[in-house]
């Protein structure tokens, strides 16, 4: 079974710049959460997909958007890059839909990445 | 509103003592809540859950905590720390939502 993965690792990009980070779910999920976790701060929730649409949405501004594809994996874009940014980006998968409750809504966690803006 | 509070951003404890790590909860329905443990420059990795099944939920590493409704809390325990457990550790809590509510988090230092 393969885990949660995420690319890349790491990523340096300039404040106004736009960037796309990418996250594969565990095999036989379907809902992926995207999470930003600030220097010595908990994860905050940006937002979920479940079957290719967003599914909730955390305090973040329409710059950060994101995509399902039909094989459940996902991407987060953030557009119009400000210092305040950079974190590392953690995503989640999980089975959602019905069957969310049979599996306690668990979500497995990705390594993450380090996005630093100059 | 959901909220979740971890009291103590790091905690230093003796190998071989106590390591007790608090979390309360704030809901107006009992939520799922979760302990995570991250080691540096590493992802999340779930400690254990609460999911209303028993109200002393044992995790993995010889971690467990204990649900008290009456005091909105989620207490982490271990009996013996190791030179191992020193990592950050998050409470976490969710309701109906798929979101996860964390804490900001308890930098746990063992020391020799």
């Known amino acids: 079974e393969t885990g949660v993965t995420q690319s890349p690792t790491h990523l340096i990009k300039t404040r106004g710049q736009q960037v796309t980070l990418r996250c594969s779910s565990q095999?036989?999920?379907?809902?992926v959460s995207w999470y930003q976790q600030a220097l010595g701060q908990g994860p905050q929730f940006i937002f979920q997909y479940y079957r290719e649409e967003e599914n909730g949405r955390g305090n973040f501004p329409p710059r950060f958007s994101g995509l399902q594809f039909p094989n459940y994996s996902s991407e987060l874009n953030v557009n119009a890059l400000e210092l305040d940014d950079s974190a590392l980006y953690l995503c989640?998968?999980?089975?959602?839909?019905?069957?969310?409750?049979?599996?306690?809504?668990?979500?497995?966690f990705g390594p993450g990445t380090r996005l630093t803006v100059l | 509103a959901q909220s979740v509070t971890q009291l103590g951003s790091h905690v230093s404890v003796s190998e071989g003592a106590l390591v007790l790590l608090r979390c309360n909860y704030s809901s107006s329905v009992p939520p799922y809540l979760f302990w995570y443990v991250q080691y540096p420059n590493q992802g999340l990795q779930l400690l254990l859950k609460y999911t209303s099944a028993a109200t002393l939920v044992k995790g993995i590493n010889g971690f467990e905590a204990e649900f008290k409704k009456s005091e909105t809390s989620f207490h982490l325990t271990k009996p013996s720390a190791h030179m191992s457990d020193a990592a950050e550790y998050f409470c976490?809590?969710?309701?109906?939502?798929?979101?996860?509510?964390f804490g900001t988090g308890t930098r746990l230092t063992v020391i020799p």
């Open positions: 989640a998968s999980s089975v959602g839909g019905a069957l969310s409750w049979a599996f306690n809504n668990e979500q497995f």
């Open positions: 976490a809590a969710q309701t109906g939502a798929n979101n996860l509510f």
């Open positions: 095999s036989g999920h379907n809902t």
